[in-house]
């Protein structure tokens, strides 16, 4: 399976990103899907996920600012970017689960990745 995404950018702060992630496969519809994004110097850290069944989790930090969602038809998933802050700026990974692990939080808990794309806030 490969992941690539596509979205990132420069951007004003208050400003909004919408990122892609295309799978290689039909397996968006079937596991997990998340978003992890990690700053320079900084671990990789959760920001959202979309469960084999839709439902969906976000960190704390882009609760009611981000939105992840799929496309099974186009074995897509999304994570549209709103009010956009500068502490946001890192690069985002989009990564899957075939497995639904409870620990999706976790990178470890996803088997696939892709190559990242860098989202820029300026201030």
């Known amino acids: 399976v490969q992941l690539v995404e596509s979205g990132g950018g420069l951007v004003q702060a208050g400003g909004s990103l919408r990122l892609s992630c295309a799978a290689s496969?039909?397996?968006?519809?079937?596991?997990?899907m998340g978003w992890f994004r990690q700053a320079p110097g900084k671990e990789r850290v959760f920001v959202a996920v979309?469960?084999?069944?839709?439902?969906?989790y976000y960190a704390d930090s882009v609760k009611g600012r981000f939105t992840i969602s799929r496309d099974n038809g186009k074995n897509s998933v999304y994570l549209q970017m709103n009010s956009l802050k500068p502490d946001d700026t890192a690069v985002y990974y989009c990564a899957a689960d075939p497995y639904s692990r409870n620990y999706y939080l976790f990178p470890r808990a996803y088997d696939w990745w892709g190559q990242g794309t860098q989202v820029t806030v300026s201030s």
């Open positions: 979309i469960r084999w069944n839709g439902s969906t």
């Open positions: 496969g039909r397996i968006v519809s079937s596991v997990g």
